[in-house]
């Protein structure tokens, strides 16, 4: 499968703690995308790389989210000292950066529960 | 940031019957894009939208973008039960000719289809 792929697929932690997400991208794009999706909204922007540079961060973003994309390829998304309101699903996207044209590979989504 | 307003936020039709969803906004959209999210599943991009009035066709869904670039359509002729899930219209910002990869989602359609 050359799709984008997440790791793991769902997620039940405790509040309090710290947890990670790992997306892989297309191997040939250069863009990698975080969104978060609560049940009946749409997905909402979080963070993006272009190669392993981090090009904008979401204002709604607490300290409490990092990503990191440190070869431009593989990226990790981790949540500190969770809460319940983090439980969503997380979603990875990739596309290849042209001109004007951003079509974009989703992947199949971390579903973190925050008990 | 580009906000995009989404309506209807359910439809339930009979199999056959046709489908609208529209997206709008206040501001001049630069480009805009659809994804449909199966049940259960993760966005898949359906198309791009760029230009003043442009019309798309992709069998039996039609896409349009107004002549203002502030508002699009998604209408899908003689819905079949695969038609189901969620509609979703995206815009990026661009600026000085570059575009951004991030994408705002409207609220999304839910389609349902009776069979």
């Known amino acids: 499968d050359t799709g984008v792929s997440q790791d793991p697929r769902h997620k039940i932690t405790k509040r309090g703690q710290n947890v990670t997400f790992r997306c892989d991208p297309i191997s040939e794009h250069n863009r990698l995308y975080w969104y978060r999706q609560t049940l009946g909204q749409g997905p909402e922007f979080l963070t993006y790389f272009q190669n392993e540079a981090q090009l904008e961060k979401s204002r709604l973003l607490s300290d409490r989210f990092s990503a990191e994309r440190p070869k431009g390829s593989f990226s990790t998304l981790e949540i500190q000292r969770t809460e319940q309101g983090d439980s969503a699903m997380y979603l990875c996207a990739s596309s290849l950066r042209g001109a004007g044209y951003n079509e974009q590979f989703f992947g199949p989504g971390t579903r973190l529960t925050v008990l | ?115």
């Open chain 2, 1 to 115: 940031g580009q906000q995009v307003m989404q309506i209807p936020q359910y439809q339930h039709v009979q199999e056959g019957e046709d489908f609208t969803t529209y997206c709008n906004s206040s501001t001049t959209l630069s480009n805009i894009q659809w994804y449909k999210q199966r049940p259960g599943g993760h966005p898949v991009f359906l198309i791009q939208l760029v230009k003043s009035g442009e019309v798309k066709k992709q069998k039996r869904l039609t896409f349009q973008f107004g002549e203002a670039k502030k508002n699009s359509s998604l209408h899908i002729t003689a819905t079949q039960t695969t038609d189901v899930g969620t509609y979703f219209c995206a815009v990026t910002a661009r600026a000085g000719g570059t575009s951004y990869g991030k994408l705002t989602f409207g609220q999304g359609t839910i389609l349902t289809v009776h069979p």
